[in-house]
């Protein structure tokens, strides 16, 4: 299934069912009275994270979302019956913005979350709610209410507790690859990760995160360059950042100067991203040419520097255990409040 982080979508609560207008017609009650029933009330539309999803992918197939319409009242004071709600699935960590207003109504961040965007309209009454003691047989009766419309806007961010950054070819996908199950692409040239990949690490301590591969970022990515910030959105949700840097850059470039590329990149984007605490891992230390590399990475960011090999495994049970330190010091995200 593609992987599809944005969808435009109309949704619709179905329309309250009408009052009815009955007055009661049986043998030997000359004057039965009024006896019509409400209509029912229409469906919602509700929308609920669910754990197995990670894309938005069939909501760009079907962009419209209809909830069914109240029944109309019935004789004998019979309600209508009540529409059939509509529940449209995303997953965690779904931003949900009314087009039309520009208002956030919900930051669907956690499993099993649920709101309803769209409401369905109340039923009408009949016309038995509608007799007094001076209108003993009232022929008025209430239309069902319309049902609430909305065009919406959905994002998707991904939620993971690490997001690993970094050049391309930095070697991201070769960690991720190394330090959990998931398989993203690895190829010898840039920009081979085109979709962020989620991947769940396990520590020798039988403990658990999940880490995001983000695709590869470039200078000017925060206007659009490269790949552009098309994936940036990503990096906003992960409570940790794991920074890989080429230690033996075969261009030549300076590795301190790949690494500051990507931290003012980050920063244009979310000011917030520059005070999230962060890992740097020098990689390909396995090349007689990273030592140099990472002795300027040590001397100017310090002991936080990691040496590792994503490609023969060096370090990479420091760093796994580094991450697990990190994330327990480091302080859940709170969810933020709806907006309905």
Partial sequence: MRFIDEADIYVKGGDGGDGCVSFRREKFVPRGGPDGGDGGDGGDVIIRTDPALYTLFDLVSK????????????????????????????????????????????????????????????????NTAFATAVNQAPTEYEEGEPGQER?????????????LVGLPNAGKSTLLSRISAAH???????FTTLKPVIGIVETETFERFVAADLPGLIGGAHEGRGLGDEFLRHVERTRLLVHVVD???????????????????????????????????????????????????????????LPISAKTGKGLSELVRSIMDALSAAPAEEPPPQQL
């Fill in 63 to 126: 962009p419209r979302f209809v909830a069914r319409d109240g029944r109309p009242g019935q004789p004998h004071k019979r309600h209508g019956a009540n529409g059939r709600d509509i529940l449209i699935n995303v997953p965690p960590g779904t931003v949900v913005v009314d087009r039309d207003t520009g208002l956030t109504l919900a930051d669907m961040n956690e499993p099993d979350r649920s709101i309803t965007v769209a409401h369905g309209g109340k039923g009408g009454r009949g």
């Fill in 151 to 163: 065009n919406l806007h959905l994002e998707l961010k991904l939620v993971a507790d690490v997001g």
């Fill in 184 to 190: 993203p692409k690895v190829a010898a040239y840039p």
């Fill in 247 to 305: 230690a033996a850059p075969v261009d030549g470039s300076d590795p301190v100067a790949n690494y500051r590329t990507i931290r003012d990149e980050l920063v244009l984007h979310d000011p917030e991203l520059g005070e999230e605490p962060e890992i740097v891992a020098a990689n390909k230390m396995d090349l007689d040419s990273a030592a140099e590399g990472f002795a300027r990475l040590n001397d100017t960011l310090g002991a936080r520097v």
